[in-house]
């Protein structure tokens, strides 16, 4: 029986749950540094190694793009990016004010071309050796940074009542009550729901916390929803009457008939007056109703059109965010 030891075991480990896999590294692509025009090419090559080094000691695994991309705008990084095959691109600025210098380090999304986060620091009387050490420390703290930066809220939503459309950034993300993760950042939020008011909210979400919001949608002063189709059935109920009126006016009444002798009956139907009025009236009912029921989903469209504005995925060191432009 020695062998029912290792077969239990074996069938533990085949029954256990399987780890869960982790994210995959964003591929980054490596900026030369922007550097004063006066530094020397051998001084360049310095900055740019202990740049690359300082990167990679924070945990980013870097590609180094060649040394005559240079960029200054979101849509140069987006094309550089694009052109490397790569999802972020790391960079950095040194500028110079006499002897002292400023130094940013910052990561580049590569499907918007912004800045996703960045480090700053500087030296003051300082020589290429101690900017060197600058450059490096700097660049060690991006990926925590960036970490930082793009960790997503939790954003929970819950109105009274239930069931109406949220809208965040001028996209429909879900009806609450909704949980729904969003990248950090300034979001406008609006809560829309038929026969009630829109409650709208702009909301700075910090990263990494939970937010959550409640919303009691008032009623709207407009009209009920059911009006406009009450009306065009009371309208088609009185046009059809009105109508059938019109039709049998001056008609014998058969069992009032009191023949003559050529066979015409004595008393006819006189209908025309209703007639004329209930045909009116159906006509004015239908009318004014396809009216407001024109008018209302008129309203229901500049009640969405009105939040509706840009939002789109960024990725992020641990997946896609939902981000707006502002």
């Given at each position: 029986?020695?062998?029912?030891?290792?077969?239990?075991?074996?069938?533990?480990?085949s029954l256990a749950a399987p780890a869960p896999e982790a994210e995959p590294d964003p591929r980054v692509?490596?900026?030369?540094?922007?550097?004063?025009?006066?530094?020397?090419d051998l001084d360049r090559e310095g900055l740019n190694q202990r740049f690359a080094d300082g990167v990679t000691r924070s945990g980013l695994t870097t590609e180094p793009l060649p040394s005559t991309v240079q960029c200054d705008d979101p849509?140069?990084?987006?094309?550089?990016a694009k052109t490397a095959g790569v999802d972020l691109l790391v960079a950095g600025t040194v500028e110079q004010t006499g002897p002292d210098f400023a130094v940013h380090?910052?990561?580049?999304?590569?499907?918007?071309?912004?800045?996703?986060?960045?480090v700053d620091g500087g030296c003051e009387i300082c020589g290429i050796g101690e900017l060197?050490?600058?450059?490096?420390?700097l660049a060690a703290r991006l990926r925590p940074t960036l970490d930082n930066a793009t960790q997503p809220t939790t954003l929970t939503i819950e109105s009274d009542p239930a069931e109406a459309e949220v809208w965040i950034d001028g996209v429909q993300v879900g009806t609450t009550p909704l949980q729904i993760r969003v990248a950090p950042g300034k979001h406008e939020v609006n809560v829309v729901k038929r026969g009630r008011r829109t409650e709208h909210v702009e909301v700075s979400l910090r990263p990494g916390i939970n937010q959550s919001f409640s919303f009691r949608l008032a009623r709207s002063s407009r009209f009920p929803r059911?009006?406009?189709?009450?009306?065009?059935?009371?309208?088609?109920?009185?046009?059809g009457a009105g109508i059938g009126l019109l039709v049998v006016d001056e008609n014998p009444i058969q069992r009032d008939c009191n023949a003559d002798v050529d066979g015409r009956c004595q008393y006819l139907r006189d209908t025309i007056d209703g007639g004329v009025v209930l045909t009116v009236v159906g006509v004015a009912l239908v009318g004014t109703s396809v009216g407001l029921l024109l008018t209302q989903r008129r309203q229901d469209r500049l009640q969405r059109s009105g939040v509706q504005s840009r939002l789109r995925l960024v990725p992020g060191l641990r997946g896609a965010s939902l981000v707006g432009r502002f």
């Open positions: 029986m020695a062998w029912v030891a290792p077969l239990g075991t074996a069938l533990a480990l692509g490596a900026l030369a540094l922007r550097l004063p025009e006066d530094v020397s849509g140069c990084y987006q094309q550089a380090v910052y990561a580049v999304s590569g499907e918007t071309g912004e800045v996703l986060a960045q060197s050490d600058v450059v490096g420390s059911w009006v406009p189709w009450a009306g065009i059935g009371g309208g088609v109920v009185a046009l």
